[in-house]
């Protein structure tokens, strides 16, 4: 074989090798980003909230009736009152003094916590600082239960409208 083409193959050798490499540093870099961006993410949403952005503007399926409120206050007093209190003042026995859990009376809260947002809370929960996810305790029908429920706390008694 004439030099001239032993020198051509090793180029090509040469460059199929170095394109190879640089295919898997670039894969190998890839991957790598994926699972760190993966865990920085998921870190992240386990710091905050997990709300879709569907859920901003999702409106609870249920009717404030007496039922409805009665099977609300019932789950809320078995799952969220040892921490947001008998009342939903925050104030609960097991709620975390650094961080004290949200007073779920102050009606001023209502336009951040419009009713998607309230659900995917309860249902999605957060680790910092801590609210337990319930998605794996309780039905969607049971979240919009506490849902109204929670909504009937922050209501003034003398707007609240309960349907019959």
Known sequence: MPLAEKGLLSLRFLSLRFLSLRFLSFIRATVTGLILGGFVAALSAQMGWQIPQAGRTETSPLRPTADVLEQGSGLYAQHCASCHGKTGKGDGPQGDPEYQ?????????????????????????????????????????????????????????????IER
Do not use: C
Not at 135 to 144: A, P, V
């Open 101 to 161: 859990p949200a007073d779920l009376t102050d009606a001023a809260r209502a336009s951040v916590n419009p009713d998607g947002v309230l659900f995917y809370k309860i249902f999605n929960g957060r680790r910092m600082p801590n609210m337990p996810s319930f998605k794996n305790e309780l039905t969607k029908e049971q979240i919009w239960t506490v849902v109204e429920y929670v909504k009937s706390l922050r209501a003034h008694p003398d707007s609240m409208s």
